[in-house]
């Protein structure tokens, strides 16, 4: 039985759209703001891998600046401040409330898990409107090692006291998935962007476009 379902937040539940706008003020290539993400993750893979550890904040502040300073721009105190500020007004995408209330009704834990720290999950879910859909959420502080790190998934298991063949992970990251999986959990992938899955990942258990589709499927392995 499914008993608990463990979600990623930025950009498979939050939309980066207010994000993007204010990486897109700054810059005119249009993947500035996936590179950014992509060094920001390989940053905190690296400092895991090594056994060192720096909260989300720190990291992210460091790989803009490098940004910044890669494409010949100055990074001002404000202008890092309006960027990174962006993460706690990210709206919802709008089958986001239907499947958390879903998986609400039929008694299943939603969980968030974030590399964001607590205080800005609180803040994210607050703002998005969502946080009373939410039976608890944890930051990979605990742990001090990020996603796709297996110790954060497996520590949440712990303690919510729920056994990880009896959670389900989600989110819109293949290596965030890769991660749970390794973990012991089962998988859900909601596409959010058009991107191949990696081959070389495990692959989802349940792969869908719509996260009430997703839900529902969830849902099902719950009742066999």
């Keep these: ?9 930025n950009e498979t539940l939050l939309n980066l759209s207010v994000l993007k706008e204010n ?3 700054h810059f005119e290539d249009s993947y500035a703001l996936k590179y950014w993400f992509v060094k920001l993750l390989h940053t905190s893979t690296v400092t895991g891998v090594m056994d ?3 909260n989300f904040g720190e990291l992210a502040g460091v790989v803009l600046e490098s940004l910044f300073y ?4 100055t990074l001002t105190s404000e202008t890092k401040t309006e960027i990174l ?7 919802p995408y709008s089958d986001v409330a239907g499947a958390l209330k879903l998986l609400n009704q039929n008694k299943i834990r939603t969980i968030a898990v974030s590399n964001s720290s607590l205080e800005m999950i609180k803040e994210q879910l607050t703002n998005a409107g969502i946080i009373d859909l939410f039976y608890s959420y944890y930051s990979v502080d605990a742990v001090q090692k990020y996603k796709p790190f297996k110790e954060i998934y497996q520590y949440v298991a712990r303690e919510e ?6 959670v389900v992970m989600v989110a819109t990251h293949d290596w965030d ?7 012991g959990l089962k998988t859900a992938y909601i596409e959010r962007k058009k991107e191949i899955f990696n081959p070389y990942y495990f692959p989802a258990d349940i792969h869908k476009t719509d996260l009430v589709e997703l839900v529902r499927e969830i849902i099902n392995i719950r009742i066999k």
């Design 177 to 183: 998935l890769f991660g749970a999986k390794k973990a």
């Design 70 to 73: 890669e494409n010949g721009k």
């Design 23 to 25: 990486f897109d003020k």
């Design 85 to 91: 500020g962006s993460f706690k007004n990210m709206p």
């Design 1 to 9: 039985m499914i008993k608990a379902v463990f979600f990623d937040m």
């Design 52 to 54: 060192e550890y720096k």
């Design 161 to 166: 006291n729920i056994p990880t063949e009896n």
